[in-house]
Each structure stands twice: as C-alpha cells, then as structure tokens.
C-alpha cells in the first residue's frame, strides 16, 4: 500500500525535472532576453587614451609640446627650411614622443576650424600689448593661411596630450608680400595661447630685448620664470641672432625656448622646438 502511494509521487518528480531541464533554460533565457534586447542601457567609465587629457601645468604642456616637436621634422619657415641643420642627438626621441595630426577634428571643448582665425587674431592683439610682437604685424585671414590641429602625445602616457593647432601662410600667395605678416604658429586649441611664432616686420636684431620678450611671454602663458641657457653646440642654430631660455619641465627634465631673427628677411621667432 505505501510502496504504491509513493510511486506516483516519484514518477511526478521525475516527469518535472524532465519538463525543467529542457524547458528552463530556453524560457529563463526568453525572459532574460526581454529585458536586455531592444533596450538602451547605459554605463559610465573611465576612458584612456588620445582623447582624454589630464589637467597639466603650463610647464608641462610646454614640455610635451617641445618634445613632439623635436622628435619629427614639422614643415618650417622657408628660412628656417632652407638652412638648417639637423641634429641627430635628438632623433631618439621619436618613439617617446608622437606628433600626429587629429583628424577626429575638435573634441567639442577646442578651438573649432571657424573659430581659429579670430582665436589667433586675439592672440596677436595680446601679444603685442604686452610687447612680445610689434605693432606693425597684420591680422590672419581664413583666405591666406592654412590651419591644422595636432596632438602632441606623450607616447607611454598617452593621456597626457596637448591639442594644438598649426597656423602657417599658404602657398598660394608665397610670391606676395610678406612683411609684418604672421609666417607660422603653434596655438593652443584650449585657451587659444600662442606657443611657437614666427613673424616678419621692419625689427632690426638690435631692436629686440630678448630678456624683456621672454619675461612677458611667460607671464603670459603661465610658465614659471626660465634661466638663460648656454649651448656649446654651434649647429643648434642657423643664425647668429639668437638667445636661449630653459623651462622647467617634466620632474628634472627642461623645456628650451629660443628668441632668435634671421637677418635680411627680417624675420623675429620664438620656438619651443630646437
């Protein structure tokens, strides 16, 4: 009697973990299914790489900006082109450091493409207030300069990058007259600050102060005051009109910054890059 009440209740059991092992997991999947598909769900992190910048120093951004630059040959004044040198003790420098252009284009935060030529214009107005470029240098117009944006990447950290934009006298009108003209500068695609210039005006080198010109030009971007710096290496330079200042950059390491002129073109920059 008992074994014959119990048997029902077994083969009820058994019938059901049947029906569970091939039903369940199809149906729980269905559910799970249900409330993921056709849904919008979102998830904030943390993302690394080009795109993400840390907040660093004037000093920093400046020493970033210098070793990318050294470390790949940047299209120069036609000056500058024609007559330099290169020095190789600076070529190793090339898997650390990685100047590439940003074809993603503005990050919504930078320096739009339309915004960059009153953006330099601002800047030139500063300049020469504070007496770094003379008053005699023309506005920039859209028709006759090129503008491109650049990251400057510290390779092994790659969040550590500074965006800025290229802004250089075209081509199309190389033949025109290019005195008191802007020839080439690098500007912050943040704050719009002009890093690296290259200008032609009717200066003489015996007009310059180069001291009071670095003194104001790093009041201006922020940086701590430079020592002056000796070089015993006579091909850094193709002129003999030049100045150097160091920076202080990355821990121990130091930024260069040159003041120099080419005399017959009459040609006044201020460079980051060696």
């Known amino acids: 009697m008992k074994k014959s009440i119990l048997s029902p209740a077994l083969f009820l059991l058994t019938a059901l973990v049947v029906v569970l092992s091939v039903w369940g997991p199809e149906t729980l999947a ?17 993302t690394g790489g080009e795109g993400y910048r840390y907040q660093l120093s004037s000093n920093e951004k400046l020493y970033i900006l210098s070793q990318c630059l050294n470390a790949q040959s940047q299209p120069e004044t036609e000056q500058s082109a024609r007559i330099r040198q290169l020095d190789t ?3 190793d420098l090339a898997g650390t450091y990685a100047f590439v252009v940003n074809h993603n284009g503005p990050s919504g935060k930078e320096i739009t493409n339309d915004e960059i030529y009153e953006t330099a214009n601002e800047g030139i107005a500063v300049l020469k207030e504070n007496g770094i470029l003379p008053d005699d240098i023309k506005e920039v117009k859209a028709s006759a300069y090129a503008a491109t944006l650049y990251s400057a990447i510290d390779v092994p950290e790659p969040r550590n990058n500074v965006a800025v934009w290229k802004l250089s006298l075209t081509g199309s009108i190389q033949n025109a007259n290019k005195e008191n003209r802007l020839i080439d500068a690098y500007i912050d695609a943040d704050d719009g600050k002009i890093y690296e210039f290259y200008v032609r005006s009717q200066l003489k080198w015996e007009d310059i102060d180069t001291d009071a010109l670095i003194e104001s030009w790093s009041s201006y971007m922020g940086l701590t005051l430079p020592e002056e710096y000796e070089t015993d290496n006579p091909l850094l330079e193709t002129t003999p009109y030049y100045k150097k200042y160091a920076f202080s950059g990355n821990g121990d390491e130091r930024t260069i910054v040159t003041v120099g002129f080419y005399e017959g073109i009459n040609e006044l920059f201020l460079k980051i890059s060696r």
């Open 30 to 46: 269905s559910y799970t299914d249900r409330g993921i598909l056709n849904q919008i769900h979102t998830r904030e992190e943390e």
């Open 89 to 91: 003790a600076y070529q």
